[in-house]
């Protein structure tokens, strides 16, 4: 009986565990993997905390601009177009 995967061992797609998500290292068979989010494999464990800090200032400027985005929407609903009044004495003759 075939194996499932047997049909994708002929193609040129490299295995996501063959190298390092960030720097590209080889992953050797024999080497520590450390592993992110579920599927994204690392070299070291320095490798893997530049991701998650890449990947948390990347969350925090989002959650900061779409804050900053409400802000302006509510600030524009609350404000009322300027009108300029005049008052005094019309003459008609």
């Known amino acids: 009986m075939a194996s499932f995967y047997g049909g994708y061992r002929n193609h040129d797609e490299p295995h996501f565990l063959d190298a390092c998500s960030l720097c590209r290292k080889h992953l050797g068979l024999n ?11 690392f070299c070291s464990k320095e490798c893997r905390q530049e991701e998650i800090e890449s990947d948390e200032a990347k969350e ?12 302006r929407k509510s600030e524009s609903k609350t404000s009322a177009p300027s009108k300029t009044v005049r008052t005094g004495t019309v003459v008609v003759a």
């Open 60 to 71: 925090k400027s989002c959650k900061l601009s779409s804050s900053a985005r409400s802000i």
């Open 31 to 41: 080497s520590d993997i450390f592993m992110y989010r579920g599927n994204t494999p």
